[in-house]
């Protein structure tokens, strides 16, 4: 059994811990896995090479019966959530294949993937951090505005990807180079320094860059 570069967590909250150096550091903390493999894609069936997890148990009578078969060759129960993760070869893997946080080592660089948290609807100034409109010489009522958004009579329209206001947040925000400071296998926990986006118990992906 090979051994995978990106693997299924939960974000379990922030804390602060104390390096060899004394300094205080601000980690977050990561239940990874168990990770089971439930399906795995092959270049020659599926055009592509990949394995599907599975993390987070399900009691058996919550789940479906198309789950329920889904999940039958793998001979490890029902998951709640499913994630496909790319492989170089998927030969490698076999569904039943577990991978924990005893992949991961103290001193590894990893990428950190997960919906960030929803802000709803926001203005420009909180979305995009303009610095918004004077706040006298007759500025009124628009102190917090954007602006003009137009573009005179060429092109005649506001252009695509113009920053404005609208939903913030509520989606796939990646957070590259987090250095690994503990790992406890017992526990099945990963702790990186600094922040990763989404909130308590979101689901996050991290993949191991070295």
Do not use: W
Not at 64 to 81: D, E, L, R, S, T
Not at 87 to 110: C, E, H, I, K
């Amino acid at each position: 059994m090979a051994e995978l570069q990106e693997i299924l967590a939960k974000k379990v909250g922030m804390t602060q811990l104390y390096n060899e150096l004394g300094e205080l550091v601000p980690v977050t903390v990561l239940a990874v896995g168990p990770c089971t493999v439930v399906q795995v894609k092959t270049a020659d069936k599926d055009g592509y090479s990949a394995v599907q997890l599975g993390i987070d148990a399900k009691v058996m009578q919550r789940a479906n019966q198309p789950q329920i078969g889904h999940c039958k060759k793998a001979g490890k129960g029902v998951f709640y959530h499913l994630r496909e993760v790319p492989v170089v070869d998927s030969s490698s893997y076999a569904p039943g294949d577990v991978f924990t946080a005893d992949m991961f080592a103290p001193g590894n660089l990893v990428t950190v993937s997960a919906k960030s948290k929803g802000k709803g609807f926001a203005g420009v100034m909180k979305r995009h951090g303009f610095k918004g409109q004077p706040a006298s010489h007759g500025a009124h009522k628009n102190h917090r505005a954007g602006g003009s958004v137009g573009t005179s009579a060429y092109p005649g329209r506001v252009v695509k990807g113009k920053k404005m206001p609208g939903h913030m947040g509520d989606q796939k925000v990646s957070v590259k180079n987090l250095t690994v400071v503990q790992v406890q296998p017992d526990q099945g926990l990963v702790i990186v320094k600094g922040g990763v986006p989404g909130s308590k118990n979101a689901l996050v992906t991290i993949k191991k860059i070295r």
